[in-house]
C-alpha cells in the first residue's frame, strides 16, 4: 500500500503540470483578456456625450508590462511555476489583491454549506438506502423512491426559485432569510444562538445543495447492501439463527459500504464547493459566484488558483478514497 502511494503521489505531480499547462494556455489564447477590458474602461471613463477617451501607445505599454503580457506565454508559465512553489499565483486583476486572499476569503461560504451538505447527506442516506433494501419492493421502497426521483429531477435554480416564493417572502410565507450566511446581530448572540442563526439562514440554500446528491447516495447504498444480502455469508449467518438487526447491520453493511468509500474522498473537495446558481439565489458570497465572475473578468491568476487548488484536492482525494477501501475491506491490496 505504501509503494501504491508513492506511485500515486509521483503520478499527481506531471497530472497537475498537465492540467495547469493546458489551462494556462486556454485563458491565456481567449480573446477580450485583462488588458482589452482595462482598455475598454479607459476608453469610456474620461468620455462626454458618448465620446471615448484615446489611450497613448505609452499607456498600453505600460498596461502590458503591468499584466506581464510583455514576456512569451511559456516564459509566463515558467514563472507562475516557480511562484506556485510558495502559493502565489500572482495578483488579482479585479480585486487588486493578492489572488490567494481572494480565494482563501471566499473559504467560509463554500467550506460551511460544503461540511454541512456532505454530513447530511450521509446521516440520511445510507441509512435510507439500508432501510430501503431491507424492505425492497415494498411500499417503503416504492413510495420514497418516487418521491427520491422526482426531487433528483427538479433542477437546483427551479427548486431554489419554489424554496423563496414559498418560503422567504416570495409569495406566500416569510419564514427564512433570502441572502447572507448570518444576521447583522451574529456578534451579540450566544453560542447558542449563533449556531440557531446560522441553522435559520442554512436551511434553503443547503437544501438545494443536497437535493440532488440524496438520489445518488441513497440508491447506491440501497442497490449495494441488496448485492450483499444475496451473499452466502449472509445467508449462512441467518441459518445459525442471528437476528435481522444483526445481520444486516452488522455483517451486511460493512460490505455494502465499499462502493460508498469511493465518494468519501470527494470530502476535501468541500472546501471548493460553490454552485454559482445557488450561491447567486441566495446571495451568498462563495467559490461558485468567484469563479464566474473571474472568468468573465478573464481574472487570469485567480482562475488559475482555482483549477490548482480544485485539481490538487480531487487527485488527493482520490487516493483517500483508495486508503478507506482498505480501512473498509482489509481484503483489497492496491500494489
Not at 501607445?57 to 514563472?79: N, S, T
Not at 424554496?163 to 409569495?171: C, H, K, M, Q
Not at 450483499?228 to 451486511?252: E, F, N, Q
Not at 482520490?318 to 478507506?324: A, E, F, G, K, L
Request: glycine share 10%.
Amino acid at each position: 500500500m505504501f509503494t501504491y502511494l508513492i506511485r500515486r503521489l509521483l503520478l499527481t505531480i506531471p497530472t497537475l503540470l498537465g492540467i495547469t499547462l493546458v489551462t494556462f494556455v486556454i485563458i491565456n489564447l481567449a480573446p477580450g483578456g485583462p488588458i482589452e477590458q482595462r482598455l475598454q474602461k479607459l476608453r469610456m471613463g474620461g468620455g462626454d456625450g458618448g465620446s471615448s477617451t484615446v489611450v497613448s501607445q505609452e499607456v498600453l505599454d505600460g498596461l502590458i508590462k503591468q499584466y506581464g503580457f510583455d514576456k512569451p506565454i511559456h516564459e509566463r508559465y515558467v514563472i507562475w511555476l516557480k511562484n506556485l512553489v510558495s502559493l502565489d499565483f500572482g495578483e488579482s486583476f479585479s480585486y487588486q489583491e493578492p489572488a490567494i486572499d481572494v480565494i482563501v476569503s471566499k473559504f467560509p461560504v463554500s467550506l460551511s454549506f460544503g461540511i454541512a451538505s456532505l454530513i447530511l447527506t450521509y446521516l440520511v442516506c445510507i441509512p435510507l438506502g439500508v432501510k430501503k433494501a431491507i424492505k425492497a419492493g415494498g411500499p417503503f421502497d416504492q413510495i420514497t423512491g418516487y418521491a427520491l426521483y422526482a426531487l433528483y429531477s427538479i433542477p437546483s435554480i427551479v427548486m431554489g426559485i419554489f424554496l423563496i416564493v414559498w418560503f422567504a417572502g416570495g409569495s406566500y410565507f416569510d419564514w427564512f432569510p433570502i441572502g447572507g450566511i448570518k444576521s447583522d446581530s451574529y456578534e451579540s448572540l450566544s453560542f447558542l444562538g449563533k449556531i440557531g442563526d446560522r441553522v435559520y439562514h442554512f436551511v434553503l440554500p443547503l437544501t438545494c445543495y443536497v437535493i440532488g446528491s440524496f438520489t445518488e447516495l441513497t440508491v447506491l447504498v440501497r442497490n449495494s447492501m441488496l448485492d450483499v444480502i444475496k451473499s452466502d455469508y449472509i445467508r449462512t449467518a441467518r441459518s445459525k439463527g442471528l437476528s435481522d438487526s444483526l445481520v444486516y447491520y452488522k455483517h451486511a453493511l460493512r460490505n455494502a459500504l465499499i462502493p460508498v468509500a469511493t465518494g468519501l474522498g470527494g470530502f476535501l473537495r468541500v472546501f471548493l464547493a460553490g454552485s454559482l446558481i445557488i450561491e447567486t439565489l441566495f446571495n451568498l458570497d462563495g467559490i461558485g459566484l468567484l469563479g464566474y465572475n473571474s472568468i468573465l473578468a478573464r481574472d487570469y491568476n485567480v482562475i488559475m488558483g482555482l483549477t490548482f487548488i480544485s485539481s490538487l484536492l480531487l487527485l488527493i482525494g482520490n487516493m483517500v478514497s483508495d486508503i478507506i477501501y482498505v480501512i473498509v475491506d482489509p481484503r483489497i491490496d492496491f500494489k
